[in-house]
């Protein structure tokens, strides 16, 4: 096998994670989790459990989950926002703003319209 030949396992693995991703991405914002923690920075795990309205242990899954992939980090006790995702959530406001004054744009390389 030369360098740059790479075991489909390896390739595949990407799109395992990807998917994985995906579902904590999706039930993190469908709940609600990443405006809460934008807007109060540093909860605990029962406080975002409370908050959200959801018992401490599926909680707990998800802010893992969130956490493994970047999508929040942890400092201690406490959760934060990254910065990755507050640029996203820039983004989308910006998106959502254009959007309402009727300005439309597309994004490069996959033509979706904002």
């Known amino acids: 096998m030369t360098q740059a030949e790479v075991p489909i396992e390896v390739e595949l693995r990407g799109l395992y994670k990807a998917h994985y991703r995906f579902q904590f991405l999706s039930a993190a914002f469908q709940l609600g ?25 599926p ?3 998800l802010l893992l989950g969130c956490t493994v992939f970047g999508l929040l980090d942890k400092k201690g006790d406490s959760y934060y926002i990254t910065p990755l995702e507050a640029a996203d959530r820039q983004l989308r406001r910006g998106a959502r703003l254009q959007h309402s004054l009727g300005t439309r744009r597309y994004l490069p390389g996959n033509g979706l319209v904002l």
């Open 59 to 61: 909680t707990r899954i």
């Open 33 to 57: 989790l990443f405006a809460l923690v934008e807007k109060e920075p540093g909860l605990a795990v029962g406080e975002i459990a409370t908050r959200l309205g959801l018992k401490e242990q």
